[in-house]
């Protein structure tokens, strides 16, 4: 047990386990898109309530839908979903951010202050704006959950390039006469990688939660389409009678948050071995 | 559908005769009741004649899904709010278990020839939970306040007719209205309440009902405690009932695994079956009426032939047995089975299950060779809604029609299908009714309203207009059955149910009684001892 | 007095943000105030009247003054949506003063938890020389961190309320009744919103301290001939919080803003539910002062946490 | 009294530390002399039982007073050592601002001495207790220790609580008197004062001291000090040494000094080590080694040592001004971080007024905080709160800062950082834009320049060692050929003998491209070696200017005097 522990460091299995988790389910995303065991939406009184078994893995739910089926539909919805409110949410954050953090002055104070707004706004709220705005829907779900993110990279972001404005290399590009915008996103960026690396792999976690939560709370995937969340806020309702409706969504929430956090961990392992 | 046998029919009759018909023996009503209530699906009904004697004490907690809105009886509008208030306030005359009207504080009443005067008798030492006789004065406030004769203000829309209310004596209180409906007598249900109360700064609801308030608060509940001077004898048994809000029907499940609470309706078929063992589990219809509604202005329905190949196509056995464990009541048309006199079972106009081929053919003749695609607006909050969407999504997929769910919130679904906007293209949700047959019919005319489908026919109005005004009973279920068929024909909308509702009881409560309309009455229920 | 007076300028200027975003919100978020409270069924002319008595017949911009003014007032207006009694109904400020004691009450006990179970646990994991034991925690915390918030709580539901039954779900009892009934059920709802915590600050806490181990300070220690035990516990360990107490005040902000999924699953009558359920009603007097509450309280929250760290941390304080 | 007998040492990979033997007398200085990386370190901390987990003992034994501490192949003692560490030997080390824990107050941190061994100073009994060889007996001796804690339980029991509690506070009282008089003993005049401070309200001098009284508090049999003035201004630098001095006169312990200064060595050791690689390559009697010094490695270390001879022979002539500085005062916004303070704004440099001429490499010497990073970023236009006037006759000065670890973007090749300037050049003027292979070759041209080979081209700056990187700094300056650079402390942070190969490179670069330097340091040796001309300044204000070797024969301000010393 103990050579296991020091083996598993050592060989770094977190980036090799991570790699496994997600890879598997990544692969179950994408393969639902052209193949799954039964139809995502086809419905059976015979089959309501099955347990797990070889004919259906995880088992069916209230309408006799194939539950593995299902989950692989909503890891590709629910996998797309949070990369894209990772996405937004990153880039507008490294965008504001980096000129916050970089220039300061009152454009600073007044986006930090429109920062701490949003950040204290009821997301749910929030994503009725959008929705009200733009309709429901997945993208917009996307979007509002985008913003509602962008605070915490903006945070991040800015304080890194608080942290070097004033470095040395810095200072020396700004001697040669290098452009603002050169330094801001040619100088500074690549060197906060590391930093930004660890709360994009938090940010996603966050993003599959919340996108979880927003379909939980009847706002996000539309039915009959399946996402995680949906899924395990639709199974509540039968955890006495199927408890497996509701262990297998969950689980695979955990699986690919795991997986993700695992990889990330193996990266940043690998990076630190490096140096 | 036996379980309301006494109807409405009967109960106008003894209306137009004056009198009342409660307040006599609780054999009577037992007997009468025993009779008719029909033992449904899985669910297994109250038993109404216990062999136990009945056992004084104890509390109970009743779970309810929605907060009050208000503690002012005039002005509560919500169903969860009304079921409540049921059990703190009367009005001079009460609904009872089968739907029939009986004396509360009035003793007696009659009705003038032309309908338009109204005369009660008040009972005897009927005491507010203020230690209070009520008094004629109570009364005339409590009718005015409500009417709107008092500030102008109508708080009960249905009273909105009364000219005047006098007081002839001590005990008798005149009421004159300006038409005659013999639909008018349900509204004097309205709660009385101390004069001035209804003005006076700070006050606690107090009425004359079998419990007293004790204390409310916003998200928990409401707590009301036994009234021991109620006028009818030996009730209520229970020493205090704990209202409480459940914040979902999820929740509610765990809290009732959790034995945290007594009794909880509204459970799903699924949830009942889970609870079986722990609870006695009792189903009847929720009498509201569940459809798919199409907005008659709006494409693909502003077509007739679109809305009956919707119709066709729909699988509605499919979605009773899906959603409601085959409890359900499947309807057609704008009336509840339990109004028996008015209903007309329509239901082979369509067929209850799917006739693809026909529906077909239909969307061909309307132009839509290749199908139609709408998106349906549902509140997200009505889980059973929720559900009869997707199946019928996915069964009506084979006829060509493709529905697209849109999850909203409920004042989005408000604001979108109820209000100004209308331009939705369908949606599923359940219109809840009263005891009277216009409260369903009445909206679909043209341009009323309340006409939230854009239901437009000349021929369904002037056949309503005809019900309404008629004050023959036999014509006026004549001509409500006429606009049903018309309106069944020109499929204003696709009616899917009447769902049941399922409750789950504490396996040692005993006396519980199911209402035609939407209360908790627990002046009845007591604990046995087994 | 300039980092207090900017505090508060800063403070000020947030709240006003917010509250008027939160009233653009309700411009534009679909749903009629008024059919929300009178339903389906009421007359023309009582929609009129209630408009008229909420003042919504007025341009937005009046009512927006006129509500800043009652707030700078002191008086935080009336709920739409919940009766005091009869005719009045529930002062907004009432409101959240009966349902914050129940937030404050869950964040305190998680509080408690986390403090309880992290720290020992980072320390522990930090002294640990067992590979074996870094593996298993490192992925057992992962795990912790994982877990959807609803799920999670529903998970302690079903093992502590129907497999161990060592409490009935939903049978809270306020506090006001029976407070130590009302924390012996809050215990569970305060493990859900504690486990993901815990992994997080036992993980963090414990890689603070493995930077802190290798400083030169500690060498120092050593070299005074100071036991493993005393400097992991005299030198290391408050100095390695510093930055953990900024993390800890982080969640605090967290949970007493409202754990709105965890009081919805075991049905707690805090802030978090009130706010849902507020928005949902469009109960727009109670949402936008629960905003302000919980942007304030995170706001404070760090400035507190700001405040203590000059108060542990001599190298700011005496500056 | 020490003695180490084929001692090698090694983390995962090869040995740092090989066969290294020596012995220290009682009451002598050993110095141990050589660059970074040479093992010194490591060897005083394997001596000291300090050495990290890490690294193994793969030879040798270590003794001290007969008393074996360590043996290869066994694990480290560490009960055993800590009856050493403390009371024994103690350990002074180089950073005086990090060795301190900064959330205890100095008393308290020097107290922790007494507190841990107390006991067993108590009447001083360890000194004239017999020597103990075996482990047994010292195994014994923890006994003892339980028994002096049962005394004090009964003794508890029999005066009462509140008896023992006065005894607890005098016994209080009389250690903070100690600490007090430990702290006043290395020179520390508000003792009473120190004593409640937390480590970074004293200045580095002051927590040196403080270092200090912790390690002799107890008059260890050795003390151990591993570069403890490297990080120290001069003059405190010098205090530090006649300190250490003085303590080995007075408590007559032996003392092992590190440093990779020769000419410290030369002032305080009795012998010295040379140590290279692991190695030790000269071991003799300090004057010998000076005066004859054998090893090809000692000589070069010998000769690297910035002396002022050698001084470069290039007199120019002040034909044009470069720069040209007026009345410059520079100000740094001071922000207040206390709850209740204030900004406030502080003059850093008062009054500056001087010209940089063509060609002409302009010494600035100080001590650290006296102004001289602040007033070259006022003359690159780096800071804008300034008053007077800073006139450039040339365009785009460039600047080579101290730390070559943060002054190269850590993500980007040589190649790359070396091209940057010319891009840049090319972006803000057009004409001056030159062609990706232009610039790459120019790139290539510079890296020969600074004296590295073309394989560093696609390296970053994570692979190169502390000198290259100082090199490619150097060539990143100088690419776009500025009139004027300035290098602040281009060489402190590095070994002597790279040090003293950066100096040559930038004279014989500047003698190539002939751009004017105004170079910085705090080593008045190394200006002597570069500079045409000095210019001394202290505390904001610039005291003197002159000639190279008109300050140095005949400086004018006393504080110059003092440099000079």
């Known amino acids: 047990m103990k050579k296991f522990g020091a083996w598993f460091q050592k060989q770094n299995m977190y980036l090799l386990v991570g790699l496994l988790m997600t890879g598997l389910a990544v692969v179950l995303g994408i393969l639902s898109f052209f193949w799954t065991p039964y139809g995502t939406t086809t419905m059976s009184v015979a089959e309501r309530f099955h347990a797990p078994s070889l004919r259906h893995l995880f088992g069916t739910d209230n309408f006799g839908r194939d539950i593995f089926s299902r989950v692989m539909q909503g890891i590709g919805t629910t996998v797309i979903v949070s990369s894209l409110i990772v996405l937004i949410s990153a880039s507008a954050g490294i965008l504001i951010g980096a000129v916050t953090g970089y220039f300061g002055g009152i454009l600073d104070e007044v986006i930090m202050r429109i920062t701490d707004a949003v950040n204290a706004f009821p997301s749910i709220l929030l994503a009725l704006v959008v929705i009200s705005i733009l309709g429901s829907g997945k993208q917009n779900v996307v979007l509002s959950l985008g913003i509602v993110f962008t605070p915490s990279y903006v945070r991040i972001v800015r304080s890194e390039f608080i942290r070097l404005r004033d470095s040395d290399f810095v200072c020396r590009a700004r001697l040669m006469g290098v452009s603002k915008l050169r330094i801001l996103f040619i100088h500074i960026l690549p060197n906060i990688w590391s930093v930004f690396w660890v709360s994009v792999t938090i940010g996603f976690n966050n993003a599959i939660l919340a996108e979880s939560g927003m379909s939980y709370l009847g706002i996000g995937v539309q039915p009959p389409d399946a996402s995680l969340g949906k899924m395990l806020s639709d199974a509540q309702g039968y955890l006495g009678r199927a408890p497996w409706y509701a262990l297998a969504p969950g689980l695979t929430i955990v699986w690919i948050v795991l997986g993700f956090s695992l990889l990330s961990e193996g990266v940043r392992r690998k990076e630190e071995k490096k140096k | 559908m036996k379980k309301f046998s006494i109807t409405l029919m009967a109960l106008l009759l003894v209306a137009a005769l004056g009198g009342c018909a409660g307040g006599k023996s609780s054999e009577d009503k037992s007997s009468a009741s025993a009779s008719t209530v029909e033992t449904q699906g899985n669910g297994t009904t109250q038993d109404q004649t216990p062999a136990v004697d009945p056992k004084y004490g104890g509390k109970v907690v009743v779970g309810v899904q929605q907060d009050i809105d208000s503690l002012d009886p005039h002005k509560a509008t919500a169903a969860g709010t009304k079921e409540i208030l049921f059990n703190i306030f009367e009005g001079l005359l009460k609904v009872n278990e089968n739907g029939s009207l009986i004396c509360a504080v009035a003793s007696d009443y009659s009705v003038s020839e032309d309908g338009l005067t109204y005369t009660f008798t008040l009972r005897d030492n009927v005491k507010f939970h203020n230690g209070k006789n009520v008094t004629a004065e109570d009364v005339k406030y409590s009718l005015e306040r409500a009417s709107g004769l008092l500030d102008g203000t109508v708080l009960v829309s249905s009273l909105q007719t009364l000219k005047s209310v006098d007081i002839v004596d001590e005990h008798t209180v005149q009421v004159t209205t300006g038409s005659a409906n013999l639909e008018l007598i349900y509204s004097f249900t309205t709660a009385i309440i101390p004069a001035g109360s209804g003005e006076a700064e700070g006050s606690n609801p107090i009425g004359t009902g079998p419990f007293s308030f004790v204390s409310y608060k916003p998200q928990e509940g409401l707590v009301v405690k036994k009234n021991p001077d109620y006028w009818q004898e030996g009730l209520p048994y229970l020493d205090e009932v704990n209202f409480k809000v459940v914040s979902g029907a999820d929740a509610a499940l765990l809290e009732l695994k959790g034995h945290s609470i007594d009794l909880y309706s509204y459970l799903t078929d699924s949830q009942a079956a889970e609870l079986a063992n722990d609870y006695q589990i009792i189903a009847a219809p929720s009498d509201a009426l569940q459809a798919l509604f199409l907005n008659n202005k709006v494409a693909p329905f502003d077509n007739v032939k679109v809305r009956q190949a919707v119709c066709y196509a729909m699988d509605r056995d499919l979605a009773n047995e899906f959603v409601t464990g085959g409890d359900g009541t499947i309807i057609s048309a704008a009336m509840l089975p339990t109004l028996k006199d008015y209903y007309v079972d329509l239901n082979d106009v369509y067929g209850t299950g799917a006739n693809v081929e026909k529906a077909k053919q239909l969307l061909a003749e309307a132009g839509y060779p290749n199908g139609v695609e709408f998106s349906v607006i549902v509140p997200s909050n009505y889980e059973a809604h929720v559900q009869t969407a997707e199946v019928l999504a996915d069964q009506m997929k084979a006829a060509g029609i493709n529905m697209s769910i849109e999850l909203v919130d409920w004042n989005t679904w408000l604001e979108d299908v109820y209000r100004q906007g209308r331009a939705y293209q369908a949606s599923i949700c359940a219109i809840t009714c009263d005891m009277t047959p216009s409260y369903l019919m009445v909206r679909f005319q043209t341009g009323h309203k309340k006409n939230f489908i854009n239901f437009a026919s000349s021929a369904y109005d002037e056949a309503y207009k005809k019900a309404e005004a008629s004050m023959d009973l036999q014509e006026k279920a004549k001509y409500y059955k006429e606009a049903q068929k018309i309106f069944v024909d020109e499929a204003g909308t696709a009616f899917i149910q009447d769902p049941p509702i399922t409750i789950a009881l504490n396996k040692n409560l005993s006396g519980y009684k199911f209402y035609p309309i939407y209360v908790q009455d627990m002046s009845t229920v007591y604990y046995n001892n087994k | 007095m300039k980092y207090l007076v900017k505090k508060i300028v800063t403070l000020i200027m947030t709240l006003f943000l917010v509250s008027v975003l939160a009233f653009l919100a309700f411009q534009i978020i679909p749903g009629d105030v008024v059919t929300s409270i009178l339903g389906t069924e009421a007359t023309p002319e009582r929609e009129e009247a209630l408009r008229k008595e909420l003042g919504l017949d007025q341009p937005p911009v009046v009512r927006y003054v006129r509500w800043a003014g009652n707030v700078l007032k002191g008086d935080f207006g009336e709920s739409y949506r919940y009766s005091k009694n009869m005719n009045q109904m529930m002062p907004v400020a009432e409101l959240i003063g009966d349902k914050l004691p129940v937030t404050l009450l869950l964040a305190a006990l998680s509080m408690l938890i986390i403090i309880v179970i992290a720290i020992p646990l980072g320390v522990f994991w930090a002294r640990s020389k067992s590979k074996i034991l870094d593996v298993s925690l490192n992925m057992g915390t992962q795990t912790a961190m994982a877990i959807p918030s609803f799920f999670l709580g529903v998970l302690v539901t079903y093992l502590f309320g129907f497999v161990l039954k060592w409490f009935a779900p939903g049978s809270y009892v306020s506090f006001r009744d029976d407070l130590w009934g009302c924390i012996r059920y809050l215990i569970f709802p305060a493990i859900s919103v504690a486990i993901p915590k815990i992994a997080m600050t036992a993980r963090f806490l414990r890689n603070s301290m493995l930077t802190e181990r290798s400083s030169d300070y500690v060498r120092t220690a050593f070299s005074k001939g100071a036991s493993e035990r005393r400097v992991s516990y005299v030198h290391v360990l408050r100095n390695a919080m510093m930055p953990v107490v900024t993390f800890l005040g982080m969640i605090i902000a967290e949970i007493v803003a409202g754990s709105i999924v965890v009081e919805q699953v075991f049905s707690l009558p805090g802030i978090g539910k009130l706010l849902i359920s507020s928005i949902s009603t469009r109960d727009f007097p109670v949402v936008e002062i629960l905003i302000l509450y919980i942007t304030f309280v995170v706001i404070f929250v760090y400035f507190l946490v700001d405040i203590l760290y000059r108060v542990i941390d001599p190298r700011i304080s005496s500056k | ?565």
């Open chain 4, 1 to 565: 009294m020490i003695k180490i007998e084929h001692l090698s040492v090694a983390f995962d990979g090869p040995e740092v530390v090989r066969d290294v033997s020596f012995t220290i007398g009682d009451g002598e200085i050993l110095g141990v002399v050589g660059e970074s990386g040479s093992g010194k370190s490591v060897t005083a901390l394997t001596l000291m039982g300090l050495v990290s987990e890490s690294a193994h003992v793969t030879s040798g034994k270590i003794y001290y007073d007969d008393q074996l501490l360590l043996e290869a192949g066994k694990p480290r003692d560490n009960a055993l050592y800590r009856e050493y560490q403390g009371p024994k030997m103690s350990m002074v080390f180089q950073e005086p601002m990090t060795s301190l824990n900064p959330t205890m107050k100095v008393g308290a941190q020097v107290e922790e001495m007494l507190l841990l061994h107390d006991r067993k100073c108590l009447g001083e009994s360890i000194a004239s207790a017999p020597k103990q060889n075996e482990i047994q007996t010292q195994k014994g001796q923890l006994a003892d220790a339980e028994g002096v804690k049962m005394e004090e339980a009964k003794t508890r029991y029999a005066v009462g609580f509140t008896g023992w509690r006065e005894e607890r506070k005098k016994e209080k009282a009389r250690r903070k008197n100690r600490v007090l008089e430990a702290l006043r003993g290395v020179g520390l005049r508000e003792a009473e004062r120190v004593y409640d401070c937390y480590p970074h309200q004293l200045s580095g001098g002051m927590r040196q001291r403080v270092m200090i009284a912790m390690a002799v508090i107890l008059h260890p049999g050795l003390i151990v000090a591993d570069e403890p003035t490297t990080a120290l201004d001069v003059t405190v630098q010098n205090q530090i040494i006649e300190l250490l001095k003085k303590i080995n006169q007075e408590q007559k312990n032996s003392l092992l000094f590190i440093t990779h200064d020769l000419n410290l060595a030369r002032r305080l050791c009795d012998r010295i080590l040379v140590m290279q690689d692991g190695l030790i390559v000269e071991s003799g009697h300090t004057e010998d080694i000076f005066n004859d010094p054998k090893g090809e490695y000692t000589k070069k270390l010998i000769s690297a040592v910035p002396g002022r001879t050698g001084k470069r022979k290039s007199p120019h002539e002040k034909i044009r001004p470069l720069v040209e500085v007026r009345d410059l005062s520079v100000f740094y916004r001071e922000n207040a971080n206390s709850l209740f303070g204030k900004t406030v704004k502080k003059c850093v440099v008062h009054h500056a007024d001087f010209t940089v001429y063509e060609g002409e490499i302009l010494g600035l010497v100080g001590e650290s905080g006296c102004g001289k990073t602040s007033l070259s970023k006022a003359i690159l236009g780096l800071n804008k709160m300034t008053e007077g006037s800073v006139t450039h006759h040339s365009n785009s000065p460039q600047m080579v800062f101290q730390d070559p670890y943060s002054s190269l973007n850590p993500m980007k090749t040589v190649g790359w950082l070396l091209q940057e300037p010319l891009r840049a050049q090319g972006i803000l003027d057009p004409s001056k834009a030159m062609s990706e292979k232009d610039r790459e070759a120019a790139a290539h041209d510079m890296l020969r320049k600074v004296g590295m080979s073309e394989k560093y081209f696609t390296r970053r700056p994570s692979q190169l060692s502390g000198g290259q990187r100082q090199r490619i700094s150097i060539g990143q300056a100088l690419i776009t050929r500025p009139g004027l650079v300035i290098a602040d402390e281009p060489v402190s942070a590095l070994d002597v003998t790279i040090q003293a190969q950066i100096l040559e490179l930038i004279r014989s670069l500047q003698e190539e491209l002939k751009t004017s330097f105004l170079f910085i340091s705090h080593d008045i040796n190394v200006i002597y070696q570069v500079s045409d001309r000095i210019m001394v300044m202290k505390d904001g204000k610039i005291l003197e200017i002159g000639e190279t070797e008109e300050v140095f024969q005949h400086p004018k301000d006393p504080y110059t005097k003092e440099l000079l010393r």
